[in-house]
């Protein structure tokens, strides 16, 4: 569709993100162009009109199903709010087709990351940091069915759950931020769900959290992905009641959810511009970073095995090596990297200014990695050695992150994405300080900062910010937007 053709059915785009808020009493939607990043703040006759343009309806159509939801308009004025929407690039025409659903490949042994079990807190830190909590169909009517005035879900579903992308059924919907925080989360921590019915009722993606589950052609190997405080707990002190990160009894990837997304890694990666590696030589390296003594510096290790895989490709040997004795860091190189964050928290922080709560977690991280970032570009050596704690929790980062391949990026080279990881640890180190004594009071996200920086740079779209940095290969197609799900 040409930009001057306006759509005679329109939908918004599925790169259009809609997510409903309420702070306090104020109830609003955002609206987010993960093309730009930028975000639009709509009211709820807004999004009542939006929510009927589902690409089956001309205008005429749109406006008399939003009046039977009691959002009224006259056609003018619906073109003239969609007209400025086109212009922005946010519509589409027509209904859009369903995905897919993607074949799982063949099926492999389950191989879970040795000797961790995950115990949680019980105090929802994750649950008031990622922008978007996700429901399928079914998830959703059972959460509506249980809890029907949670935000009028049992009547209204459409004012309390938007699509995940656009504004057709996409086969998942997204649960409203109260206040920073999933609508279903009490003001004690803890899942209303949960509290009701047990823990098998909450979104799979709940359930499964924060396990990652990735084929690399031999097995599915699954790690934590390290964006909760929970995460390096259950690392650091290891609890009895810990669970394991598989279903109990699965064997297999074949006995495995279909909801559960398995990452399949790639029959080659990129190492350096112009330098590719097979998978098998990946795995081989990785088993040997997994498998390693754990190093005396993460930071400086991770860059040591940046340079080894710029010299010595994918030779196990040499990674070994690296680890052994990593080189001493090399600050100045990390500048360029903090700039970066730097850069594109800042706009992120303004564009969240405009619609978070002022409590609302995610606002505060994003606000405190630009602060920190910041003060890193200015002078890379404020961030001090870790403590004995945290250095077994950034030794741990490295083994969970070789062992389900997250040290890997898609659309990195191998050597730049290592040092991306060696600039977040950096990070992490210096985070506390800019982070007040009121701040960090009673707030148990902060008991590991490493965590909260994983889960912010990933769960808001900052970890795009690797991209800007020289030395990193241009992304084609992909998506380059400050946010994610925002």
Known sequence: MSPETFPSRPRLADHAVVRRHRVGEEDFWVLHDQRSGLAYRLGAREWGLLAQADGSRDLEGIVAAASRASAFAKVETLRAFLGALHAAGLLAEGVAPLPEPKARGASRPLDPLP???????????????????????????????????????????????TPLHGSSACGATSVPIVDGRCAYLDDGGLCRLHAAQGAHVKPLGCQMFPALFVDDGEAVRVAPAVECACVLASALDPRPEGAS??????????????????????????????????????????????????????????????????????????????????????????????????????????????????????????????????????????????????????????????????????DLPLAHALRDRAARLLLARALPLVITPDEARDEPALAHPLALVEATLRGHGLDAYAHDVPGAVERGDRVHADASTS
């Open 245 to 410: 990160l598989v279903p109990e009894g699965a064997r297999s990837s074949a006995e495995l959810d279909e909801g559960i997304l398995i990452v399949e890694l790639p029959e080659t990666v990129l190492l350096t511009p112009g330098k590719h590696a097979t998978r098998a030589d990946l795995v081989r390296f990785m088993r040997a970073v997994a498998e390693a003594p754990a190093p005396v510096d993460t930071a400086r290790a991770l860059a040591s095995l940046a340079t080894s895989v710029e010299i010595s490709s994918l030779d196990p040997a040499a990674a070994t090596r690296a680890l052994a004795a990593p080189a001493p860091l090399d600050a100045e190189r990390f500048r360029p990297f903090f700039a970066a964050l730097a850069h594109r928290a800042s706009r992120r922080a303004r564009i969240d200014a405009t619609f978070r709560a002022e409590r609302d977690l995610a606002r505060h991280a994003v606000r405190w990695i630009e602060s920190t970032s910041r003060a890193l570009a200015e002078d890379p050596t404020l961030a001090a050695p870790a403590t004995p704690t945290r250095a077994h929790a950034e030794a741990f980062y490295l083994r969970a992150g070789a062992h389900a391949y997250q040290l890997v990026s898609s």
């Open 115 to 161: 000797a961790f079990s995950l115990a949680c807190d019980g105090r929802g830190s994750c649950c008031r940091l990622y922008a978007s909590v996700i429901f399928r169909p079914v998830e959703e009517a059972y959460a509506r069915a249980l809890l029907p005035r949670v935000l009028d879900a049992g009547d209204h579903p459409e004012r309390a759950f």
